[in-house]
T-cell receptor, first 114, second 112 residues
Framework: DQQVKQNSPSLSVQEGRISILNCDYT??????FLWYKKYPAEGPTFLIS?????DKNEDGRFTVFLNKSAKHLSLHIVPSQPGDSAVYFC?????????????FGKGTSLLVTP | SQTIHQWPATLVQPVGSPLSLECTVE??????LYWYRQAAGRGLQLLFY??????ISSEVPQNLSASRPQDRQFILSSKKLLLSDSGFYLC???????????FGSGTRLTVV
């Protein structure tokens, strides 16, 4: 049962433009959301997070937006750079039956072209 | 500072052989520990988590088991590997409460 969904398996964006990666979740117990970036054969690296008490968190070129009523979050990367090309995983955590284990989406592969 | 070590980095094992992947954390005590697997087209799937020594919770019925013999050691095992066990295995730790996850570098397992 996929509780975190990333419905776009891939996204291609030109360098300098905005990349928007979307994520939906179903479990209303989730109260902490994270984005991870992953290169092949490496562990995911933390990118940015947001608590359910906020609706926006910004860190440099990366901004995460949370819409609790829609159970939707998105990651905006502006401006996109070729080095941003990677797989991006959305993850959610909360006081669920799995403790605070992260629940991941299937990932979106972002390609930023020069 | 806290670090997490996971080994081996790559492993090729025949079907039916046993498996042991080890993960250790340094610089913290009583961490929450996790094993995840990334299989092709399936994203990152939680396999096991542990909130203390000897306390293991399994999320997905499967051919694998986990053990936590020491506070900062987490081991993923199998008695007989299946082809479907191939994938990228990640160990992670967090402080109690869930935020601040740190992942190991992963193990690429290929069962042949």
């Amino acid at each position: 049962d996929q509780q975190v969904k990333q419905n776009s398996p891939s996204l291609s964006v030109q360098e300098g433009r905005i990349s928007i990666l979307n994520c939906d979740y179903t479990n209303s117990m989730f109260d902490y959301f994270l984005w991870y970036k992953k290169y092949p054969a490496e562990g995911p690296t933390f990118l940015i997070s947001i608590s359910s008490i906020k609706d926006k968190n910004e860190d440099g070129r990366f901004t995460v937006f949370l819409n609790k009523s829609a159970k939707h979050l998105s990651l905006h990367i502006v401006p996109s750079q070729p080095g941003d090309s990677a797989v991006y995983f959305c993850a959610a955590s909360g006081p669920t039956n799995s403790g605070y284990a992260l629940n991941f989406g299937k990932g979106t592969s972002l390609l930023v072209t020069p | 500072s806290q670090t997490i070590h996971q080994w081996p980095a790559t492993l090729v094992q025949p079907v039916g052989s046993p498996l042991s992947l080890e993960c250790t954390v340094e610089g913290t005590s009583n961490p929450n520990l996790y094993w995840y697997r990334q299989a092709a087209g399936r994203g990152l799937q939680l396999l096991f988590y542990s909130v203390g020594i000897g306390q293991i919770s399994s999320e997905v019925p499967q051919n694998l088991s986990a053990s936590r013999p020491q506070d900062r050691q987490f081991i993923l095992s199998s008695k007989k590997l299946l082809l479907s066990d191939s994938g990228f295995y990640l160990c992670a730790w967090s402080v109690t409460g869930g935020s601040g996850y740190t992942f190991g570098s992963g193990t690429r397992l290929t069962v042949v």
